[in-house]
């Protein structure tokens, strides 16, 4: 008797067993169907459009073309709501030729202001075409230290009157929120590490429009400019200029 009491409840415990393990199965199933519809959905609903991609460090002056060549690129393809809209999306005949106004780092998507056409009369230094390179002297804190190379991206600030009155109080603002470093003082060629080379030249050469170059003439001539190292996220929006009236409340 005891004996067919063991064997029914081991039976029954079995049947348990096997029964877990279905409702398991049936549920993982349901799962994997599930997120496999939603995902299907996702990507049906998306428009996905091509865009290049850096896998490497791309220098100063490298060609578009060259940078394809040579496995500096890679083509993804990104949703059109989450790409940019000057991505790169091709690379042929009518653009192979230009070349990177700047450091293009790993895993950045290829922008189409990233690359220019060059002038072939300003020797080793590359100009992007309808660009000036305009060189100012300054002292190391205005320059951030030896932390600039060409390539680098900066903000400009000035110091001084920038009022015509005559009375106004010296204050600091953005004098250009985004200009490109082409040399520092006889260096056109960035680190290859993509690192600080060192270079303590006080000699600054930046890429400026027309009317970016007088701007930057004229400040360095009769007040005080102060460079700042840039990344891509930073947003100046409706900044004002700061003085002592506003230095501690703004």
Known sequence: ?????????????????????????????????????????????????????AVKQIPVGTQLGTALSQGYLEKKEFPTESRPTNGVEVINSKNSSLVATQIIQPGQILLTSNFAITSGN?????????????????????????????????SIFVTGQTSANSNALSSTQVL??????????????????????????????????PLEAKKIIYASQNMELYFGLRTAGVDFGGSSPIGMANLITQ
């Open 1 to 53: 008797m005891t004996m067919k009491r063991t064997r029914s409840t081991s039976t029954k415990s079995g049947m348990r067993l096997w029964g877990i393990i279905l409702i398991s199965i049936v549920a993982g199933a349901a799962v994997f169907t599930y997120t496999y519809s939603v995902e299907k959905e996702a990507k049906q609903g998306q428009v996905l459009a091509p865009v290049y991609l």
């Open 176 to 209: 250009l929120s985004r200009v490109t470093v082409l040399g520092i003082g006889d260096q056109i060629v960035p680190n290859t590490q993509g690192v600080s080379s060192g270079n303590s030249s006080s000699l600054i050469t930046v890429a400026a429009t």
């Open 122 to 154: 300003t020797g080793s230094l590359t100009i992007p075409d309808g660009y000036l390179a305009i060189t100012v002297s300054l002292a190391d804190p205005a320059r951030v230290a030896n932390f600039l190379q060409p390539g680098s991206e900066i």
